[in-house]
């Protein structure tokens, strides 16, 4: 096993079920509105210093320091003074997080063992009052200078560093969010990163409408030699008729570009940019790179039903390859030049090289739906659940279609694409004989793998929000259909009151022997979804123990995990792969475990992304100890780590 994952449990001991184990809960983050939360107030006293994770540790002065726990359900906060210290009075007793954040430095959390990390909740009471100490480390910094295709600074070009674990990652895909735009030299600065591998990608808007053309220097160059030949050629003397040019044969109009976004050090693909490694606190510096224009395509094609008719409109969108960028306001602009309209028709022009998915959405006859002006992106489309006893979805009438597409430069002609219709998910829900609630108040949806994004402009749309499913309320004999579901990758989530979920939790969606919550599933023309039984429960499932050292002290500083046995569990974002980190006293809880075959371990350090790495997963899972979970079991299960 690999230092990275390391786990050291040494001995596992269990215990009858009957022995309680502690149970540590978190407050959740506050509401928007934490103005109508009231704190409780007590006599306990938390104080401490933040300093710097420097061999001479400084004070770090001005630093928000913010507590959560029992007891505050809005949270509090203190700034650091000059010294890097902090005072929290009047507290509730209790159990508490403490982070701490400030610009340009990684954010700290009490007893994590590295930037980033899951802390330790401390307990504070009034008869002795807690003192602690947290260090910060600064971020990393990656900067350079970015130069047009002349080797001249090239001002106004926006450049993000995108962490290289994001990539392929399909819960989390890499979002170019926090971007620098170089100054009037080109230069930009992209600092507070935390460590881990990025490569660095910049990106330009073309300024102008429709497309820009481009010549070669040495096209220009005859041009204008031609120009001053032909004033020479063409002079005329006073009173002489001036003498008509001669024809001359029509140069083809420039060639169309655009600047495309591109990878250091002059990739056009994320798979061909340089990682470059980052600590906290590193300083890279010389990144600089060249952006310079591309040239640029059109896509043209026709929109037809399955039995070949065209069909008069459609709502098309371009979703791009590769990490999600506001293409609209600082990208390439791909522009919709001919929307479908009587003769099926669409041209995509200003496409620079790359590779997409064409989708088409419509139905048969009917008008183009209305485009919002302006710009949008990022976030999910939101949906308003039917009534009850409604069906969800799109509708069974509506048509998808998708095409994808490689762009080199070439334009692309005679592009077919078949609108089918949309797929149908449905089925029922099931509750213990005689104990279930009001069932319409559940809704089923499924919802795009990764989330839908969105930016639309002049009538093109760019992202995969065209594939967005309204969700179904289950009607009172327990079913529900959704229709129209457009072929893409999905996952089932389940929504329902507070006071539902309170009692009730979904523990199996099963199609044809498959739990649909184990995995993300595919859409795709014929598939079949019908008959799907969703099972909800009373029971819940629970681990619990003490995590202790060699010498059987409490051990804190550790995370423990638990890990689906079966490797083919094993996969992003699973409910049954589940972390938490023991509290002061080693006290550990995981609870609503579906029932199975675990494997729990413990391990030194642990990032979020880690447990949606399959590599790293299976190494965890080979030092782990194993545990059997029936429907509705608690155990006790206490692990001995030592070095």
């Known amino acids: 096993m690999t230092g990275r994952c390391a786990a050291m449990v040494l001995v596992a001991t269990v215990l009858p079920a009957a022995i309680a184990a502690q149970q540590i809960t978190l407050a959740p983050d506050p509401p928007r509105d ?28 001005r630093a928000i320091v913010t507590l959560r726990g029992t007891g505050l359900p809005a949270g509090r906060s203190a700034i650091t003074d000059d010294n890097g210290r902090f005072t929290f009075d009047s507290l509730p007793d209790g159990r508490f997080t403490v982070t701490a954040t400030k610009t340009a ?34 971020g990393g910094v990656i900067a350079g200078v970015v130069r047009d295709g002349r080797g001249l600074p090239a001002a106004g070009v926006q450049v993000a560093a995108l962490n290289t674990r994001a990539f392929g990652d399909p819960v989390s895909p890499a979002i170019a969010r926090e971007t620098q735009v170089t100054d009037d030299r080109g230069n930009y600065r992209l600092y507070g990163l935390a460590p881990g591998d990025y490569v660095v990608i910049a990106f330009k808007r073309m300024v102008g409408t429709g497309e820009i053309g481009m010549r070669a220097d040495d096209e220009i160059d005859q041009l204008l030699a031609e120009a001053r ?20 044969p029509r140069r083809p109009l420039p060639k169309a ?48 039903d399955g039995n070949g008719q065209v069909i008069p409109s459609a709502t098309l969108s371009l979703v791009i390859d590769g990490p999600r960028l506001d293409t609209m306001t600082a ?12 003769d099926g028709k ?42 009850a006893g409604a069906i969800g979805g799109n509708g069974a009438d509506v048509l998808f279609a998708a095409a994808e597409v490689v762009v080199n430069g070439q334009d ?41 994004y969105m930016s639309q402009s002049d009538g093109t749309t760019i992202g995969n929000s065209i594939a967005t499913v309204p969700g179904a309320r289950v009607q009172a004999d ?46 795709r023309p014929g598939a079949n979804f019908t008959g799907v039984e969703l099972a909800f429960s009373d029971r819940r499932t629970e681990i619990a123990g003490q995590l202790q050292s060699a010498t059987g002290a409490p051990a804190p500083d550790y995370f423990v995990v638990a890990v689906p046995a079966d490797p083919g569990l094993r996969v992003a974002g699973s409910r049954r792969i589940q972390s938490t980190r023991p509290a002061s006293d080693g006290a550990f809880s995981i609870a609503n475990l579906p029932p199975g075959q675990y494997l729990l371990v413990a391990l030194t350090d642990l990032e979020p992304i880690d447990l949606r790495d399959r590599v790293f997963l299976d190494q965890l899972a080979a030092g782990g100890i194993a545990i059997t979970l029936g429907e509705g079991e608690k155990k006790i299960q206490n692990l001995k780590i030592g070095g």
């Open 34 to 61: 934490a103005r109508a939360i009231t704190n409780q107030t007590g006599a306990a006293r938390l104080s401490g210093r933040i300093v710097s994770d420097a061999a001479t540790p400084a004070p770090i002065r």
């Open 105 to 138: 430095w990684l954010s700290a959390s009490y007893g994590a063992r590295r930037p980033g990390r899951a802390g330790t909740p401390v307990a504070v009471t009034a008869a002795q009052p807690l003192e602690i100490e947290m260090r910060m480390s600064r």
């Open 229 to 248: 030949r032909g004033a020479e050629a063409f002079a005329t003397l006073p009173g002489q008729a001036p003498a008509r040019p001669a024809d001359r």
């Open 257 to 304: 570009v655009t600047y495309a976004p591109t990878f250091y050090p002059g990739a056009s693909t994320a798979e061909g940019a340089a990682r470059l490694t980052i600590q906290a606190g590193d300083e890279r510096t010389g990144v600089d790179f060249a952006l310079a224009p591309v040239p640029v395509a059109s896509i043209s094609g026709t929109i037809v």
């Open 331 to 342: 990208g390439s602009n791909p522009r919709l030049s001919k929307a479908p309209g009587a």
């Open 346 to 387: 669409f041209i995509y022009t200003n496409m620079p090289p790359g590779k997409y998915t064409i989708v088409a959405r419509g139905k048969p006859g009917a008008p183009p739906p209305p485009v919002s002006a302006g710009t949008s992106s990022g976030g999910g489309a939101g949906f308003a659940p039917p009534p």
């Open 412 to 452: 692309i002609d005679g592009l077919s694409l078949t609108l089918l219709p949309g797929t149908t998910v449905s089925g029922r829900v099931v509750f213990p004989i005689g104990a279930a609630p009001d069932v319409t108040r559940i809704n089923v949806q499924v919802s795009v793998l990764g989330g839908t």
């Open 478 to 523: 327990g079913t529900f259909t959704i229709t129209g579901v457009a072929p893409w990758t999905y996952v089932l989530t389940v929504n329902a009151p507070a006071d539902v979920t309170k009692t009730w939790v979904l523990r199996s969606a099963l199609l044809q022997g498959r739990d649909l919550l184990d995995s993300a599933f595919d859409v």
